[in-house]
């Protein structure tokens, strides 16, 4: 496979400039050939250990301005390379149902170039441009880091003994000896993340003094760094485990202060979600709900139709200003896939 994916490569590449070309991109970008390990790794953590299933030995990238460059390239690969196309998925859109764990790309597509399945990976500019090529590394990281049999980072450690739990605070200890919190900036996430690994230690000893102090830093390091976001994972994940340290020394009075300043973004959460009865707008609509209780969900399709529609027309318009090379492209049998009528709204 490896050997078939790099004589393949050039041709992808090729590919890929073509595409890039014609949709007006102005990146595209070539990854190496999974190695050896990196194929066996893949095959083992998603595939039973069948090496076979894994299909991204042959990488290449293009970054897309937006939606509407996706949908042209979907389109253009469709008219030029339909019977190769093997499997698309777009993770970004995927906005009704739970998000799935994937590679680093907003959007992959498998494609059969000369009897090798290789993988071209679509990235949105406004993400790649905060990203960029050092985010690949931040998936690796997290890739060497994954734990999704367990619930939370305190459960990874349950079952380990309070002696090796003793020694690993030793070694975690030792790793932030030389970056202590007053130094860190909030960005530099992987020094972050080990006084995140210190804090569990710490906490699972029953050292809740120690990891009070530097929660109450790192709290103070992300209100300064994002004071606009109290909202942020990381601000509600640190004041979650603050009031295990506190409840932990006996400090009742400021563990319930942590507890109500939580409760204070919980209620924010259910106000903004209306009760059935707060969106009923008069005791008609409360009637009709009783006469015709499909009624509202009717209301929501014909809606979401409408919009589907909608969306489909300015799609048209863009397409025609946009990308007037899929024009040379479309078969003319290819019946009109986007048109809409007046009449259908």
């Not at 090798?116 to 960029?132: K, R, T, Y």
């Not at 349950?158 to 003793?166: L, N, P, R, T």
């Not at 030793?170 to 790793?175: G, M």
Request: hydrophobic content about 35%.
């Amino acid at each position: 496979q490896i050997k078939l994916a790099t004589d393949t490569l050039p041709k992808l590449v090729d590919i890929c400039k073509e595409l890039a070309g014609c949709l007006g991109a102005k990146k595209i970008g070539v990854g190496p050939v999974k190695s050896v390990s990196a194929s066996l790794d893949k095959a083992g953590r998603k595939y039973g250990g069948d090496v076979l299933c894994v299909t991204d030995y042959c990488r290449a990238f293009i970054i897309l301005e937006d939606i509407a460059a996706l949908l042209a390239l979907f389109e253009l690969l469709w008219y030029s390379l339909g019977p190769l196309i093997r499997r698309i998925k777009v993770a970004t859109l995927k906005d009704s149902n739970s998000s799935l764990f994937g590679g680093y790309r907003d959007c992959k597509i498998n494609l059969e170039v000369e009897g090798h399945v290789c993988e071209i990976q679509l990235h949105f500019s406004n993400m790649w441009n905060i990203c960029s090529v050092d985010g690949f590394q931040h998936y690796q990281n997290w890739q060497k880091c994954d734990m999704d049999s367990y619930d939370g980072p305190n459960d990874a450690i349950s079952d380990i003994g309070k002696d090796e739990i003793g020694e690993l605070v030793n070694l975690a200890e030792h790793e932030v000896s030389n970056s202590p919190p007053s130094s860190l900036n909030w960005n530099e996430e992987e020094r972050v993340v080990h006084y995140f690994a210190l804090i569990c230690l710490y906490i699972k000893s029953d050292l809740f003094h120690k990891a009070e102090s530097i929660l109450k830093q790192l709290i103070q390091l992300h209100l300064d760094t994002a004071a606009d976001q109290p909202l942020h994972h990381d601000n509600l994940f640190l004041h979650i485990l603050l009031e295990k340290a506190l409840r932990g020394q006996g400090k009742v009075t400021e563990a319930d202060k942590v507890v109500k300043y939580l409760q204070q973004f919980r209620e924010k959460e259910e106000e903004s979600a209306p009760s059935l009865w707060n969106s009923l707008t008069s005791p008609s609509s409360a009637l009709d709900m009783i006469i015709d209780p499909n009624k509202r969900r009717r209301e929501e399709e014909e809606k979401f139709n409408y919009e589907v529609l909608k969306s489909k027309d300015y799609w048209l318009q863009i397409r025609n200003t946009r990308f007037v090379c899929l024009k040379a492209v479309e078969p003319s049998s290819c019946p009109a896939m986007y048109h809409v009528s007046d009449s259908s709204y």
